[in-house]
């Protein structure tokens, strides 16, 4: 089981427990916390989130991501992440 600390999205500071099977995006609407999504596919970007620490697996995206970005959509833990939103 992984530790996902969410560290200021849309206000919420909150730590989860995840098996690492779904998206992040998945994840956050699970524990009622909303991020701005649209395509769910990797296309749009409008999920992207700022990793801070830890790992992630990424599945293809078609959007560039900088340093550090991760598409809350493509990308589940593969061990305790720190997540916020992008500034
Ligand atoms: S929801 Fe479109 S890229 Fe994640």
């Not at 969410?6 to 427990?17: A, C, R, T, W």
């Not at 395509?39 to 970007?45: A, N, T």
């Given at each position: 089981?992984?530790?996902?600390?969410?560290?200021?999205?849309?206000?919420?500071?909150?730590?989860?427990?995840?098996?690492?099977?779904?998206?992040?995006?998945?994840?956050?609407?699970?524990?009622?916390?909303?991020l701005n999504h649209s395509?769910?596919?990797?296309?749009?970007?409008s999920c992207?989130?700022?990793?801070?620490?830890?790992?992630?697996?990424?599945?293809?995206?078609?959007?560039?991501?900088?340093?550090?970005?991760?598409?809350?959509?493509?990308?589940?833990?593969?061990?305790?992440?720190?997540?916020?939103?992008?500034?």
């Open positions: 089981m992984f530790r996902i600390d969410v560290d200021n999205i849309n206000q919420k500071f909150e730590s989860l427990y995840v098996y690492g099977e779904q998206s992040i995006l998945t994840e956050l609407e699970e524990h009622n916390i909303i395509c769910r596919q990797g296309h749009c970007g992207i989130l700022q990793l801070l620490s830890g790992e992630v697996v990424h599945q293809d995206c078609l959007v560039p991501l900088a340093q550090g970005e991760i598409l809350a959509c493509r990308a589940k833990p593969i061990t305790d992440i720190k997540i916020k939103s992008r500034n």
